[in-house]
């Protein structure tokens, strides 16, 4: 079966860095999502990995490491709009991705 | 480029009832996702549709069913409804034929309450 887990919940302060890990497992891979939510809103693509290794993408980069069946996404110079969750997903051999329960990150001044 | 659409935003039914929701992808994706948010099993995975085909079933029962027409806009229906089918359903396009390995554009939800 598919199982995604990441911590439920994270705090920090603003203007520092946060790295939010995922482990999973999944039957077959074809790759790794990461998504951020705000409260009351859908959810909005931050990253895909399907490779090894660190893709940067402005203040956010995801690193990803498939023998290891691990993720992480690095928020850099934190701010308060930051607060959200953020939503790791695996996708398995059949394309279906499934998803993580959601790591709450609350940024605090 | 107009987002995803999804209507109605807040319906509230009673057990038993059946219910439609409908979904319209952004101009030119052919893919469409369904999945169930609740606070406790996070988001979950209904079906997917790309060219009016059911590409994918998560693990729900037949009451859950859905549809795409050739305008790529999609409805799913929730049938003989439970208490447990309380949740946000949420809507998502993508360009690709796969939720799986594509990025994917969520709707704002239909906020479904079953009393």
């Known amino acids: 079966g598919q199982n995604i887990d990441q911590p439920t919940e994270m705090t920090a302060t603003e203007g520092a860095i946060v790295q939010i890990n995922c482990t999973y497992q999944?039957?077959?891979?074809?790759?790794l999502f990461w998504y951020q939510q705000h409260a009351g809103e859908a959810p909005t693509f931050l990253s895909y990995?399907?490779?090894?290794g660190l893709e940067e993408k402005g203040r956010f980069s995801s690193f990803l490491s498939r023998s290891k069946g691990y993720s992480y996404l690095l928020l850099k110079e934190l701010q308060m709009k930051d607060s959200a969750s953020y939503l790791c997903?695996?996708?398995?051999?059949?394309?279906?991705?499934?998803f993580g329960r959601g790591t709450s990150l609350i940024v605090h001044p | 480029k107009a987002g995803v659409t999804q209507t109605p935003r807040y319906l509230i039914k009673t057990r038993g009832q059946q219910v439609t929701l409908s979904c319209s992808p952004i101009?030119?994706?052919?893919?469409v996702s369904w999945y169930q948010q609740t606070p406790g099993q996070g988001l979950q995975f209904l079906f997917e549709?790309?060219?009016?085909?059911?590409?994918n079933k998560g693990n729900f029962p037949g009451r859950f069913s859905g549809r795409q027409f050739s305008n790529s806009r999609s409805e799913m229906n929730v049938s003989t409804l439970e208490l447990g089918d309380s949740a946000l359903y949420l809507c998502?396009?993508?360009?690709?034929?796969?939720?799986?390995?594509?990025?994917?554009?969520f709707g704002p939800g239909t906020r479904l309450t079953v009393l």
């Open positions: 997903a695996a996708s398995g051999g059949s394309y279906i991705p499934t």
């Open positions: 101009s030119g994706h052919r893919s």
């Open positions: 990995n399907v490779l090894d």
């Open positions: 549709y790309f060219s009016e085909t059911q590409r």
């Open positions: 998502a396009s993508s360009l690709g034929l796969r939720a799986g390995n594509n990025e994917q554009f």
């Open positions: 999944t039957s077959g891979f074809n790759g």
